[in-house]
């Protein structure tokens, strides 16, 4: 059940994707040769908080605005210290570990080098530490919602 949701969500991910990567062909902004990597990017990202959502579901017996919750106090945040809408470094030094641990930061900051052209000037090493963070995180959420199902299943 995990492994299908999953996969809907991947699909419908890669989907909205595509189209986005597609216009911003068309108009000329789509990054060269390293452009559909904002496509990768983007899916692993949404899958692997998909994951992790996915996985506090299989637990809930009862909805009860957990949800809601969720997407207050964790979601909101992590989009507005995700560097989407403004550099990390202008945050608060106190805060910067909340863009740190987000995997949204993780994920803009590969999808941004795709977008600017390529890894010109960002070692190598910050960008594969982004995407072993955001596979850690997907693998380990899977996981998670696989046992947790499991559980509730076969009770």
């Known amino acids: 059940m995990a492994d299908g949701q999953l996969l809907f969500v991947a699909l419908r991910v890669v989907t909205g994707a595509v189209l986005y990567y597609l216009v911003l062909l068309a108009f000329g902004a789509a990054g060269g040769g390293w452009g559909p990597l904002m496509v990768v990017s983007g899916t692993l990202t949404a899958c692997g908080c998909a994951a992790w959502i996915l996985a506090l579901d299989s637990v809930l017996t009862s909805e009860g605005g957990v949800f809601n919750v969720l997407f207050r106090f964790v979601i909101v945040p992590m989009t507005l ?7 990390v470094d202008r945050i608060p030094a106190a805060l910067r570990w909340v863009a740190w641990v987000s995997p949204l930061w993780h994920g803009n900051e ?26 850690a995180l997907l693998g380990t959420g899977v996981a998670v919602a696989r046992r947790g199902f499991d559980r509730r299943l076969l009770r």
């Open 110 to 135: 590969l999808a941004r080098t795709a977008a600017l052209g390529g890894a010109a000037g960002v070692p190598a090493a910050r960008l594969l530490l982004h995407a072993v963070v955001l596979l």
């Open 81 to 87: 210290f995700s560097g989407s809408f403004f550099p």
